[in-house]
């Protein structure tokens, strides 16, 4: 129900790949493969770029997070949802 709330709050970009309910992983590699297998028939260059925004969640401040859905007019109840996720959170590695 969250989830759902939050989706039509703050739609996804349509290239969004990660946090997404679809195999966002299967299908870049069925894309990649289709793209170098195109480019190998047609005899064309072709070049890959690979992203990986390191950390990005721990680089935005919780506060702007519950601002934007505040802004965005998500509901308080799901924006409490929220903010009690990020109160107090620690991360145990043993």
């Given at each position: 129900?969250?989830?759902?709330?939050?989706?039509?709050?703050?739609?996804?970009?349509?290239?969004?790949q990660g946090f997404i309910s679809a195999s966002g992983c299967s299908e870049n590699l069925k894309m990649l493969q289709l793209l170098v297998k195109s480019a190998k028939?047609?005899?064309?260059?072709?070049?890959?770029?690979?992203?990986?925004?390191?950390?990005?969640?721990?680089t935005v401040c919780h506060q702007h997070i519950i601002a934007g859905?505040?802004?965005?007019?998500?509901?308080?109840?799901?924006v409490h949802l929220v903010s009690e996720m990020y109160r107090n959170i620690t991360t145990y590695i043993v």
């Open positions: 129900i969250t989830t759902a709330r939050l989706a039509r709050a703050c739609p996804i970009n349509r290239r969004q028939q047609e005899h064309q260059d072709l070049g890959v770029v690979f992203v990986d925004i390191a950390k990005a969640f721990d859905l505040v802004q965005r007019g998500v509901d308080s109840h799901v």
